[in-house]
């Protein structure tokens, strides 16, 4: 991301850059620290998932920013169907750098998941007190049919709902009928010469004998996995969805769909 992101960002001119960093520390949740540096390159909003608690200091994080309206740690979000008491918050709004209006929220499933609060309801009740109209949604689910139903649950209402967590990017991009751009996973930013970022060995073994080790992260074919998104900032409706992964050397494979698969 030091290496890539920047020019990404400047050739296509993004005024809301989003990134899920709940791998970030070594694979393994996020620290305050790795926010920070994000934030340096340039991102505005992290979002993450059921890792997001291996860091016990970004609880320490969250809890600290709780009475700061412009704490840095509320960019950082956590799913916001975790129940009511759990630190930190799952729904920012700011401001693009155009000066657009916007909210980002972050949802978890619960298919193949902790069993928490529904994604769906909670949508709802967060959406019912938001006047941006550009509205970026997290979906951090295993279940591609949870993912693709919340896609369509939410279609006409949000600008983008874009999934996170299986680790491997889909070759579903689109925009739906109503306006919403949807990807069932963005695919993760690190070593694809893995098994979902682990080394590959590892992983192997705990199939063939089911015995428990130490997972550690790969280094091999790393790449970044993103999509773009253009949509009209009056009404928030996405107009194309273009799925970017660059390799290490900067080389990109690209994809675009755009309103109605045009």
Not at 44 to 70: M, P, S
Not at 133 to 151: C, P, Q
Not at 231 to 237: F, H, I, L
């Amino acid at each position: 991301m030091r290496e890539h992101l920047g020019r990404l960002m400047k050739l296509h001119a993004v005024d809301l850059c989003i990134a899920n960093g709940e791998n970030a520390a070594g694979g393994f949740g996020i620290t305050p620290q790795i926010a920070e540096e994000f934030f340096d390159l340039g991102i505005d909003v992290i979002t993450t998932g059921n890792h997001v608690w291996d860091k016990r200091e970004l609880v320490d994080y969250f809890n600290g920013a709780a009475n700061e309206a412009y704490s840095p740690a509320r960019r950082v979000l956590r799913p916001a169907n975790y129940p009511a008491g759990t630190p930190g918050v799952g729904l920012y709004e700011g401001t693009t750098r155009a000066g657009v209006p916007y909210a980002v929220m972050n949802l978890q499933g619960r298919v193949f998941m902790t069993n928490i609060d529904d994604p769906f309801r909670v949508a709802d009740k967060l959406l019912a007190g938001i006047s941006a109209k550009v509205v970026f949604i997290d979906f951090h689910a295993e279940a591609t049919s949870e993912k693709v139903a919340l896609g369509w649950y939410l279609e006409g209402r949000v600008t983008a709902v874009i999934g996170t967590h299986t680790h491997i990017p889909t070759a579903d991009s689109r925009v739906l009928p109503g306006g919403t751009a949807y990807q069932t996973d963005v695919g993760m930013t690190g070593p694809y010469e893995s098994v979902i970022g682990v080394q590959k060995d590892q992983i192997v073994q705990r199939f063939l004998t089911s015995l428990p080790s130490r997972f550690e992260a790969a280094s091999s074919d790393v790449r970044l996995c993103s999509v773009l998104i253009d949509c009209d900032e009056s009404t928030g409706r996405a107009r194309s969805i273009q799925r970017i992964v660059l390799n290490e050397e900067g080389h990109a494979e690209e994809s675009w769909q755009g309103a109605h698969g045009k």
